[in-house]
């Protein structure tokens, strides 16, 4: 098996040589071939825009995925790329303003980042981990696969980002809990246990939401400041951040998690093909007996996948 992976290891890196340019050109090949052949998880990211955007006729919903598509490949490209990718290219790709991370770090309070499943995420790792002021602290779902877990644990950690798997989150985390840090998080993670998390509607339609990124901030009255990163042009990204509370505590149970689903549901109609449409947002059911974890009254008749 090492061998097998020492192998695999040498064909991506090599791949990861290859100017930009040609690996759009590969890029585009693969889209073709995901959307048009294989139909690549297809049916979900279809019922996923029929869920979020039912004012949308058949034709400007299949727009949105065919450019969803090129982002998630051109992501994929790009990861691959971030092999062999020196500090000059990664400060060609990602252009950022970050000075806001210096101005709360100065208040001695952890600054908490709630992110959403965007592209490039991988991108802007390697960029913000290299400019924020304190201990950049990544809470990630790990991959099964021990090669590529092993490979983006390299990529990912590269500028210093300290990986924490939300599986095992409280062990990990521990030896970094008594100092300042950041801590970036991807909020929208699709709750494994309905009857543990928080329901909400989500473009109309009863979703869960996971408790554990609220319930860490209040616990520890962190700073939460909501991260939405997108494509300026081919292989150049950027990161915004809005100031969700300086005091999470303060808020009222329930109230940090519906401003970041209002947050998510805005930045995905700004711009609809940067979402990651093939994960199951919408893979649980709401029932009666989940009444009180919801956060709101929730929509009685939610649309139909079909």
Known sequence: MQIKNRILYGILYLISLLPLPILYVLSDGLTFLFYHVVGYRKDIVMSN??????????????VIAKRFYRNFIDAMVESIKLISAGDALINKM?????????????SK??????????????????????LVPLPFLGVYQPILNTFFENLFTQIRSRYGTVLIPANDFKNNFIKYGDKQYIIALVADQNASNPRRAWWANFFGRPTPFVKGPENAARERDNIVVFGNFFKIK?????????????????LPEGELTLRYIKYV?????????????SHRRWRHEYKEEYIASALQPLTSSPPELS
């Not at 825009?49 to 299949?62: D, H, M, Q, S, V």
């Not at 309070?109 to 290299?130: D, L």
């Not at 081919?234 to 303060?250: I, M, P």
Request: cysteine-free.
């Open 49 to 62: 825009l029929k869920i979020a955007f039912p004012e949308k006729t058949n034709i400007e919903r299949a």
């Open 94 to 106: 990602f252009i950022a303003n970050t000075d806001i991370f210096n101005t709360l770090a100065a």
């Open 109 to 130: 309070k952890n600054i908490q980042i709630h992110a959403m499943h965007n592209f490039n995420w991988e991108i802007v790792n390697q960029g913000v981990s290299r």
């Open 234 to 250: 081919r292989g150049v990204y950027t990161f915004k951040v809005e100031l969700a509370t300086e005091s999470a505590a303060s």
């Open 265 to 277: 549901e805005d930045r995905i109609r700004e711009r609809p093909d940067n979402y990651l449409w």
